[in-house]
Nanobody, 116 residues
Framework: QVQLVESGGGLVQAGGSLRLSCAAS????????MNWYRQAPGKERELVAG????????NYADSVKGRFTISRDNAKNTVYLQMNSLKPEDTAVYYC?????????WGQGTQVTVSS
């Protein structure tokens, strides 16, 4: 069955870094665009970063540009989110998402908490 398993979340001080990973299985990973979303308490889920199936292009929310980097390793069926210069407002549950045409899949989420 399809699985997206996030890891790497945790508690970090403002200005610190974390690297999230999302291991995919059960579908042809290299054909899917991959995204990271986040949802803070009381807020709607928002797109943080996305990367094309080939890894050739990426896009970012304005709030994370210059601080976060999305990447993927199609040989390992894994997508990453490197998060630097973290701010308290980055605190949220981060979700991995796979998308291709009419198919999309979600992970269970990993908590990121940034203390001031």
């Amino acid at each position: 069955q399809v699985q997206l398993v996030e890891s790497g979340g945790g508690l970090v001080q403002a200005g610190g870094s974390l690297r999230l990973s999302c291991a995919a299985s059960g579908f042809t990973f290299r054909l899917y665009a991959m995204n990271w979303y986040r949802q803070a308490p009381g807020k709607e889920r928002e797109l943080v970063a996305g990367i094309a199936s080939s890894g050739g292009s990426a896009n970012y929310a304005d709030s994370v540009k210059g601080r976060f980097t999305i990447s993927r390793d199609n040989a390992k069926n894994t997508v990453y989110l490197q998060m630097n210069s973290l701010k308290p407002e980055d605190t949220a549950v981060y979700y991995c998402h796979a998308r291709r045409v009419l198919h999309d899949y979600w992970g269970q989420g990993t908590q990121v908490t940034v203390s001031s």
